[in-house]
């Protein structure tokens, strides 16, 4: 059986951006609120194959980025150079000590790609054959050649692709592509194809257009006219023989442990039932039933990964997650903040829009009498207006 892959991306965020207009680099212009940058990284993020994220930046725009940032954990963006190119391999070298098996280049300006776009890019690689794979769209316009003003020629375009980002490639080759690469290449594309790699087109999207021009603000923010939803979860375990119980992500020592199919996070199943509650997903049941033996013991942040993972599948942000945990003991005020960075890793968000609160029940009921432990949960979500 195949080991799971690791999957970094890179973003590309170092160029000046001036020709979009309002006077700041188009990355750092806001979209709904954020930065065009945050919106990028988050998407990439939040994807449930990505190991890692890493941006590549001006140096001079290092306050614009930091503030861009606030609240997300990644690492030390890179310096990058002159040219897009530069950039590119200034991040790609900055993961040669340790390389991932796959490498996404991606643009800060495609900063709406959906979650399609990079599940077709990684089922690409199941061919031992494909060195690469680049997302694209067929052609569908007319195509004329023109001179002085006049059309004077026609151009085939069944054979035409308009390419996107991100572009995913074996690290080792691509890094390899790169170094060897003559100055001027627009893309990853045409460093791996003068390299002699091969590289597979999967489909794109309209979505993951490139924002470039100040109108495309205009669209951008058309794209990202969202309605909000909220939803709630609510779980219970009880516990059995062990010495640690599973909340939030988290691994608390207890003179008990909890009984479930999985690993019995409750706070973890309240909130995936929140997230599946935001877009009508059914229950945490529907997705990993306790009839199937796939689920024993299984860790649920791979349950709460999936129900951001179909969140964003449909153009969705996550706004905000609350978990209240109910139980006389264990403590969870010492690992709260331990907690709270957990669930924001595995969503792909800042801290600052997660909350873990905890609370007692004046030792009435079941979670009085300390038979088990409760969770309740509730999510807030924004959709693009045609699902919401």
């Known amino acids: ?195 002699g790699l091969r590289v597979a087109i999967t489909p794109g999207d309209e979505r993951a257009f490139k924002v470039t021009e100040p109108a495309d603000f205009a669209k951008a923010e058309v794209m990202t006219t969202f309605s909000s939803r909220a939803a709630s979860g609510f779980d219970v375990h009880k516990f059995g023989p062990g010495d640690h119980v599973w909340l939030c992500g988290v691994k608390v020592p207890h003179d008990h442990g909890l009984i479930g199919h999985s690993d019995a996070d409750a706070g973890l199943h309240a909130l995936t039932d929140a997230l599946l509650g935001t877009i009508a997903a059914g229950d945490i049941g529907d997705h990993f039933p306790p009839s199937d033996e796939r689920w024993r013991g299984a860790a649920s942040d791979q349950f709460l990964a999936h129900s951001a993972h179909l969140v964003r599948e449909r153009g969705g942000l996550i706004d905000h997650v609350d978990v209240t945990l109910i139980c006389e003991r264990p403590k969870v005020g010492p690992h709260r903040e331990a907690m709270r960075a957990r669930i924001a890793e595995i969503l792909g968000l800042g801290i600052d829009r997660v909350s873990v609160k905890a609370t007692t029940t004046e030792k009435l009921g079941f979670t009085g009498r300390q038979e088990g432990i409760a969770a309740q949960a509730m999510a807030s979500v924004r959709l693009p207006e045609q699902d919401a």
């Open 1 to 195: 059986m195949r080991q799971p892959m690791r999957i970094h991306a890179i973003i590309v965020a170092a160029g000046a951006g001036l020709r979009a207009g309002g006077g700041v680099p188009k990355q750092y212009r806001a979209v709904a609120g954020q930065p065009l940058l945050r919106h990028a990284v988050e998407r990439l993020l939040g994807h449930s194959a990505i190991t890692g994220v890493s941006v590549v930046i001006n140096p001079e725009c290092r306050a614009l980025y930091d503030a861009a940032m606030a609240g997300l954990t990644l690492p030390e963006p890179i310096a990058g150079g002159a040219t897009r190119q530069e950039s590119v391999l200034a991040g790609l070298e900055s993961l040669a000590a340790d390389p991932p098996d796959i490498v996404l280049v991606h643009d800060a300006a495609r900063a709406f790609v959906p979650d399609a776009v990079i599940d077709a890019l990684v089922a690409a690689f199941a061919d031992d054959d494909v060195d690469g794979a680049c997302p694209a769209l067929p052609q569908v316009d007319s195509l004329r050649r023109g001179e002085e003003g006049r059309f004077s020629g026609s151009v085939d375009r069944d054979a035409l692709w308009r390419v996107q980002t991100p572009q995913a490639f074996r690290t080792p080759a691509i890094l390899a592509a790169h170094r060897a690469a003559a100055p001027g290449a627009t893309d990853e594309v045409a460093i791996a194809l003068a390299a």
